[in-house]
């Protein structure tokens, strides 16, 4: 049975920083890509970032470069995502996400196409 954990968010002032991770078993850890997801209430599940199963290729929503970035460990199953200079709109519950490797470009940053989900974790940003 796969599972996701997440852990790490919290509530920050704007201007700072969270590391948010998610802990990965019951499935193949190294030949799934993973990504990061969020939603805030009242709105979409929106697309943060990505990396590909061997942590080679990253993609993020244009929106977030520069200040978030994903990273991973296959001998510990876990991704991670930094958040940086966070701001009070990155207020949302963030979700982690698994999917098979394959095109890694391909549909990235479509929710659909992953298989496995977190249960979140909030991340709340004061002003």
């Known amino acids: 049975q796969m599972q996701l954990v997440e852990s790490g968010g919290g509530l920050v002032q704007a201007g700072g920083s969270l590391r948010l991770s998610c802990v990965a078993s019951?499935?193949?850890?190294?030949?799934?890509?993973m990504a990061w997801f969020r939603q805030a209430p009242g709105k979409e599940r929106e697309f943060v970032a990505a990396?590909?199963?061997?942590?080679?290729?990253?993609y993020y929503a244009d929106s977030l470069k520069g200040r978030f970035t994903i990273s991973r460990d296959n001998a510990k199953t876990t991704v991670w995502l930094q958040m940086n200079s966070l701001k009070p709109e990155d207020t949302a519950g963030y979700y982690c996400a698994a999917r098979r490797s394959g095109d890694f470009y391909g549909d990235v940053d479509n929710a659909i196409k992953y298989a496995a989900w977190g249960q979140g974790t909030q991340v709340t940003v004061s002003s």
């Open positions: 019951g499935f193949t850890f190294s030949v799934y890509n």
């Open positions: 990396i590909s199963s061997g942590g080679s290729l990253t």
